[in-house]
Structures are given as C-alpha cells and as structure tokens.
C-alpha cells in the first residue's frame, strides 16, 4: 500500500475493503525510501465502527478485519474470511447444557437444518460406540437461528461447534464470533463451567472461544464423589 501525507510529520496508508485479505494475522511494517522494513505500532484507534456494522452477506461471505497491539507493542491486523459465516450472537447458559443463538451469512436454511458437534482430534473426546460427531436441532428463522447442547451426551474432551444449514446436502459452517471489536475472544469472554452427570460419570462442561475465536466446548471428567 502506498504512503501519503495525511497531516503535518504524518503518513496514511489505507487498505481498500475491496482487496481481499486472506485469513490469518498480518503484521504492519513501513518501508521508507532506501530504508529497512521498520515495524507500526498502534496510535489510538477507534474501533466503534466493527461493533456497529451488520453484514449483509450478498456477496456470499462475510470480511472481518481487525487490527490489534500485540504483547510487543505492534501493530497487527487480525483478518477472517469466511464463506458462509454462522455468527454466534448469544451463549445461555444452564446447568444442563447450552443454548447458542446466531445468525448466518451468505447461505439459508432448509428444512432439515442441523448443528454438528465434532470430537477434536487428539482431544478426549469418543461418543457412543466410538463416534466423534453428534447432531442437535435447529430451529431457524430467516437468517436467525437456535439450538440446545446437552452436556449429558458428551464424553470428555474438545468438541467443535458447526452448523449444516442445509442439512446433509449443503455446506458445514464453523460458528464464530466475529462481528466485533475483540481480536481475540478467549481471554475476554469467560464462561462459568456446569457439573453434570453423564452416564461415563460426572463432568464439568462449558463452552470456550478458541485463538480464531470459533466456539467450542470442553468437557472434563471428574472423580466420582465430585
């Protein structure tokens, strides 16, 4: 991107919406004439505009770009594409379960419609007779969407929520929270964690946001007398 002067001892530098920027973490560097690449550090930054905008989804995919300090001190874009997207809206937490409520960009439902969650590789977690997958109902309106967890099914482990909203025919869609202004989810949004007894023994259970900020949920076993 070039850099022109915006004010007095300043330089501007803007990345259009309409470039495309591949998912990941994009370091900022400024490259001076006749100099070395030389690391940006955030200035104040107004960030209100994320938090208030609603995709429209009519291109088939939703962009997220949000820029961010990290633990050095630097500037660094966090960016996110996803095709369709499943936003997760609302978390409503019970003692038996998990309610998530959403909404979906870039595709619709039909009848049929479903949310998977899958056993991580590598995480714990098996399911009956060795399954790593379960599947609750959707109940969904337009674009908006709803459905129940009930940790009682789950075996210890990480499992990941997604979202068929077309069922098996259509895509499977990761649910994320995205449409804000927090980069990174994990440390700012907690969740207090359920006991609940399942048939392989009691557990405790909650959901969590990952470093992408996807959503998931941990279930971990604990001793009988628990």
Partial sequence: MPLAPAAEGRLRAALPSSVSLPEGRWDAYALLSGGEPRRLVPGVTDLRSLAERTPSGLLGHVAVRI????????????SWLRAPHAEAVEL?????GLTVRGRVYGTQFVPGADAELRARPGGGAGGEDGGGVR?????A?????????PYEGLVPGVWDLWLRPAGDAGPVVR???????VADKNPVFTFPR?????P????????????DNDLSLTVSPLDADA
């Fill in 135 to 139: 599947r609750v109902h959707v109940t």
């Fill in 175 to 181: 649910l994320a929270r995205l449409l804000d202004d």
């Fill in 67 to 78: 820029p961010y300090a990290t633990r050095q001190g630097n500037l660094t874009v966090r």
């Fill in 200 to 211: 392989q023994g009691p557990v405790e259970a909650g959901p969590y946001y990952t470093r």
């Fill in 194 to 198: 359920a006991r609940v007894r399942t």
């Fill in 141 to 149: 309106e337009r674009t908006e969407f709803a459905f129940t967890v």
């Fill in 92 to 96: 409503r937490l019970a003692s038996g």
